[in-house]
């Protein structure tokens, strides 16, 4: 070699650094893969205590939180499912604050909730359509109450009517109520039991939030949004690790408040009109159990399993079968106060 050159001769270990070669049976993704087969064991390890869990409390009752003291905000409490929810959590000792549009009815309700052993009970009149209203009205709750640790939002309004027989005044006051006020009443009240660590969502959704009714489109329609965005509030809490709010989102069937006079079932011993009492019981349980769902009767779970791999033939054959294609052909929803 000429004067001022050196030879430099790299060991096989540096040159397969140096060069990014790895001998044969080495990978380079080793660390990657060990990762993910861990993250593998992770998950079956944790679905299989999940499904024990589920077992184990298939027969036995799953332990009641207690409500008393806790802040219960009960939306269309001035009549039906409402009321009857206020009824009960008054005599779980809970601190009412009730919100309806009808003042002559919510005070009805303040009556039988004192007399029912309420330690505590707030009357509010909102029409919960109001975006401007809802907040108007949490803000004086804050102000007045505290903060709220239970909100159930179960205002709905029913139209009954064909889609195209649907003004479109009536289709957009369903949207407002059924579903938009949901939206405001979470910005209200969430943000304190985020804060808190401690809070339940509860959203009073509907069967027609599961599966499509005839007669009921823009009914479905809100309870769908009602449901999916529930559900999605709850992915958030959930990823974010804020395990203190809890969500629970029903799914009733008809229930005979009044709301759905006139409609039927056609097969009654599977899909039978709910009573309202049987039906606060089961949702105040599911909330007191902190479950996530509840879908009621409980043959609604297999109809929403048949309906994830049914053909879609077979599928209208038993939505014949069981009536639902006639179920709103005689409704007349509740009857006007002359």
């Not at 650094?17 to 060990?34: D, E, H, I, K």
């Not at 579903?179 to 804060?195: D, G, N, Q, R």
């Not at 609604?300 to 639902?324: C, D, N, Q, R, T």
């Amino acid at each position: 070699m000429g004067k001022g050159y050196r030879v430099v001769t790299a060991s096989p270990g540096e040159r397969f650094r140096t060069s990014g070669y790895s001998p044969p049976g080495v990978s380079q993704n080793m660390a990657p893969n060990l990762n993910s087969v861990k993250n593998l064991f992770v998950f079956l390890g944790k679905s299989v205590f999940a499904l024990l869990e589920v077992m184990v409390f298939t027969f036995i009752p799953r332990p009641q939180k207690s409500v008393a003291g806790e802040i219960v905000l009960i939306t269309g409490s001035g009549s039906g499912l409402g009321r009857l929810l206020a009824l009960k959590f008054a005599r779980l000792g809970s601190v009412l604050v009730l919100w309806d549009v009808s003042k002559e009815g919510n005070e009805e309700t303040s009556k039988m909730a004192w007399e029912a052993g309420a330690t505590k009970v707030y009357t509010y009149t909102c029409d919960c359509s109001r975006k401007e209203e809802v907040y108007r009205v949490a803000d004086q709750v804050k102000k007045e109450v505290g903060d709220v640790s239970i909100l159930i939002n179960n205002a709905g309004i029913v139209t009954g009517k064909k889609f195209l027989d649907c003004p479109d005044e009536l289709m957009e006051k369903s949207i407002d109520v059924n579903f938009k006020a949901h939206l405001w009443t979470y910005k209200a009240f969430l943000p304190a039991m985020i804060a808190n660590d401690h809070g339940h969502l509860v959203c009073i959704s509907s069967s027609a939030g599961l599966i499509g009714v005839n007669g009921l489109a823009d009914y479905c329609a809100t309870k769908f949004a009602a449901f999916g965005f529930a559900e999605s509030v709850f992915m958030e809490t959930f990823a974010k690790k804020q395990n203190g709010v809890k969500t629970t989102i029903v799914c009733p069937f008809f229930i005979n408040t009044g709301m759905f006079d006139g409609c039927t079932t056609g097969c009654p011993f599977l899909l039978p009109i709910l009573e309202p009492e049987y039906a606060v019981r089961k949702i105040v349980d599911a909330i007191l159990q902190e479950k996530p769902y509840l879908y009621m009767p409980r043959f609604m779970y297999f109809i929403v399993f048949l309906k994830s791999f049914l053909p879609l033939k077979v599928g209208m054959l038993l939505a014949e079968y069981m009536g639902i294609f006639n179920s709103m052909d005689g409704f007349s929803g509740h009857k006007k106060k002359d």
